[in-house]
């Protein structure tokens, strides 16, 4: 059967009006991006900025921007620096996002990626110190496995600081430690291994 000449045209209308909306949207949220980063660079507004930011990367345009990502560990980040929010860890978020940026696009603003990264590596290694010494064992082992998650990105060969090598074998051995005193042998000894081969700690 032939398709009318009316049904025809309301498709190509439904079919333009749906591009329309699409376009819509991405400009929508490109804008949530923009507004998210003049929040935090001009007005210094961080839960404004963080606003805009999580509502670009709930939607399918902006989610998968490295751009949007690297925003959003500029906001967390300036909250990490803020003794307001300092106590609820912003710099878990801004990691997170840091290395969602490199799984989307490792060489996108690499070097600063990199220096922001290093930065969240030493706060969650102090932390895990802190709470190695608090006897929060199973804590200090997760603090610490970020911080070697961290060195371990893209098989190890991120990062070109070899302080960084001594910086995640000293978090290994933490972790071999607060494994054996919170009765996780097994842990233990697999982290003690890792060591044996590791020429930095």
Known sequence: TTESPKKSVMKKILLIAAIGFSAIS???QDKNVASAKESLTLDGDTLKAKEYIEKAIQDPSTKNEAKTWWVRAGIYLAMQSSGKYKSSAPYKEATASLIK???????????????????????YFNDGIENYNA?????????????????DLQGGKRFSDKSFDTIAAKAKYVMANAAYYGNRYDEA????NELKTSTYI
Do not use: G, W
């Open 189 to 192: 000894i697999t982290y003690i």
């Open 135 to 151: 006897r929060k064992f199973d804590d200090a082992i997760d603090l610490m496995k970020h911080v070697v998650e961290i060195h």
């Open 26 to 28: 991405a400009t929508a």
């Open 101 to 123: 940026v490199i799984e989307i696009k490792p060489d996108y603003q690499k070097n600063e990626v990199n220096a922001n990264l290093l930065s969240c590596a030493y706060i």
